[in-house]
């Protein structure tokens, strides 16, 4: 303590003889600054603000729509009270209602504190879509749940309207269109080494076992207009998005990828596989 008071002297002499500014430095700055800077954390935000409780909901919808006031001891009642012990269960006729298909969590919307609301959507056998929104509480740490009421029935999420579409070149039949259409015949149906259509330091292996017999591309769109030049220009990048029809035992699926190529040595390369396609305009992500 002697020693400390003594170094503060010092400071506030050698202060004084450096000038006005100097002392007023060395007055506002000292172990009680530091300390009362240290002391201040950052604001931290609640966990449970960070916490998504859609799939909590959505398992108490499940049980809750399979559960019955009439038989409050079977499996179903039992797990849909342990998930909101104050919550009342619903009394469904004998065959009046379909039979339920599944149940999925579309939409969660924080509150406020720990208060979240969940819609739910569930969907029956005969096609019919009911959604549910369902009031749910967070504890502080996030890694906890309550249903604190019933389940409302509510108008499901409206269809957004999607932009348009970065791919408004059509690529016509010839080298680039033949090269993805090989590419995705050894990617989905093992037909060849998908090697061979990669570039150069490209690692991509094809789906295994191939789940598909035939893959037949039905149209093809790039994003660059070099896309559709008759021959490969070397060094020359394109992205497209390529419409196919792949079959398998069970039927005809339609499937679209978007791929990524460079032309080298005067044919078309595969660089890139991916996914999340841009469909407006300001770039790719």
């Known amino acids: ?44 935000r609640p966990a449970a603000q960070c916490a998504d409780p859609g799939g909590f909901a959505q398992l108490f919808v499940g049980t809750w729509l399979r559960s019955s006031a009439d038989d409050a001891t079977s499996a179903q009642a039992r797990l849909a009270q342990s998930l909101a012990p104050d919550v009342e269960l619903p009394d469904p006729s004998e065959g009046a209602q379909p039979h339920l298909e599944s149940v999925t969590a ?17 969907q029956y056998a005969d096609g019919q879509l009911r959604n549910y929104a369902v009031p749910v509480v967070a504890d502080r740490a996030g890694g ?40 995705l015949s050894a990617y989905l149906a093992g037909a060849g080494e998908v090697d061979r259509y990669l570039a150069p330091a490209v690692a991509l292996s094809a789906v295994a076992p191939a789940p598909f017999g035939r893959v037949t591309v039905q149209q ?15 060094g020359t990048a394109v992205h497209v998005l390529v419409q196919v029809e792949a079959r398998d035992g069970d039927g005809l699926w339609p499937l679209a990828y978007e791929i990524a190529l460079a032309a080298r040595s005067g044919r078309w390369e595969v660089t890139g596989l991916e996914s999340g396609s841009p469909l407006q305009d300001g770039g790719r992500s």
């Open 1 to 44: 303590m002697r020693r400390r008071v003594h170094l503060s002297r010092l400071a506030a002499w050698t202060a004084i003889a450096a000038g006005p500014i100097a002392l007023c430095i060395a007055v506002t700055s000292g172990p009680t600054t530091v300390q009362a800077a240290s002391a201040q954390a950052a604001p931290v």
């Open 106 to 122: 579309v939409r969660s919307a924080h509150r406020s504190g720990d208060v979240w609301s969940v819609t739910v959507a569930a």
């Open 220 to 234: 093809v769109r790039a994003i660059e207009e070099a896309a559709a030049a008759d021959k490969a220009v070397d």
């Open 144 to 183: 906890a749940f309550t249903v604190t009421g019933v389940p409302a029935v509510v108008a499901g999420p409206v269809r957004a309207e999607a932009p348009r579409s970065l791919y408004r070149v059509s690529v016509p039949e010839g080298d680039l269109s033949s090269s993805v259409d090989e590419f």
